[in-house]
Nanobody, 125 residues
Framework: QVQLVESGGGLVQAGGSLRLSCAASGRTFSSYAMGWFRQAPGKEREFVAAISWSGKTTYYADSVKGRFTISRDNAKNTVYLQMNCLKPEDTAVYYC??????????????????WGQGTQVTVSS
């Protein structure tokens, strides 16, 4: 069972930046696609970004495209989410998740499991 630990959240003014990190346990990190999701109060959890197991391909929700960048360092078992030009509507708890299957880059959100505990991001106007 993989363990995922997110960090890097906080309070930032609109227009600011944050970098989230997600550290994974285990020795199979580099075989799995990884994703970031978020959940705002009173709303459903939504997909934010995903990255292939190799790191060569990425996929973003339209709402964050051009502002957020997902990346990974397989040597450190860590996936990152660089968030720029933050908006108040980006306020949410951000979660990372691992794909259900190794060497599979189908980014359907239903294919992601093994969630972390989340990290709060608050953007003030």
């Amino acid at each position: 069972q993989v363990q995922l630990v997110e960090s890097g959240g906080g309070l930032v003014q609109a227009g600011g930046s944050l970098r989230l990190s997600c550290a994974a346990s285990g020795r199979t990190f580099s075989s799995y696609a990884m994703g970031w999701f978020r959940q705002a109060p009173g709303k459903e959890r939504e997909f934010v970004a995903a990255i292939s197991w190799s790191g060569k391909t990425t996929y973003y929700a339209d709402s964050v495209k051009g502002r957020f960048t997902i990346s990974r360092d397989n040597a450190k078992n860590t996936v990152y989410l660089q968030m720029n030009c933050l908006k108040p509507e980006d306020t949410a708890v951000y979660y990372c998740a691992r794909h259900r299957a190794p060497l599979n880059n189908n980014y359907d959100p239903a294919n992601f499991a093994s969630w972390g505990q989340g990290t709060q991001v608050t953007v003030s106007s």
